[in-house]
């Protein structure tokens, strides 16, 4: 996943609270070793280097998010695909054996526009799980989940910026039991329609709040469409 994850919370007991969010973070560091594509022997790197006709084992986590990656892959007729065009229906998984097999070389996956939502919901599930529930968890701040807010206040405040570093705010948003997503290609050309391999360069960021496309005239004249 390659980025920051940051826990804001409070609770009566700042020790136990550290405690939760510690664990927390070590269900984070455990979930990277299984879902980038940057370590070497991650289930996904595996799953990478996978020859026609050979398979690997994965664990749980990472099933779970090659399910709903397949899933939106065939809701958006392959305009969100995890293999960036190189093929995902080259390879058959079988969630009961936990098992995925290629039949063909060259697909590579990357779950980047998976993985960090997926690592603050199970971060989420523990800090719950210790009754730590009034929390805002962020990657990179790209995701973020809000669940309750501190005591006295009604959400946590959050805030849309517009691209290029100018500061300027596009729009203020209360969020309680809320999940953010935010997406664009201010530092590089990581955003690719797999279709034709080109990079996109329409737009320069997009935000999506509980399923729903965010759209601000600021950030549409910062980009090029």
Known sequence: MATQFEIRS???DEHFARQAARTA????DSLEL???RFVENSDISRINHLSAGESTTVCLETMECLRVARLMYMETDGAFDISLGTGLEMLAVAPSEFTVTAFAEGVRLDLGAIGKGYAIDRAADVLEDW???QVLIDAGYSSVLALEP???QEEWPLTL???GG???????????QRALGASGIRKDDHIVNPRDGAPVRSRQAAWVLEGELLHFPAAERAGSG
Do not use: K, N, W
Not at 25 to 28: C, L, R
Not at 166 to 176: P, S, Y
């Open 10 to 12: 409070t609770h009566p």
């Open 161 to 163: 910026s517009e691209p």
């Open 25 to 28: 973070f070590e269900a984070v």
């Open 150 to 152: 501190p005591a006295g």
């Open 131 to 133: 009754e730590v529930d």
């Open 166 to 176: 100018t500061g300027a705010v596009l729009v203020r948003i209360a969020a309680r």
């Open 34 to 36: 299984q879902l980038s």
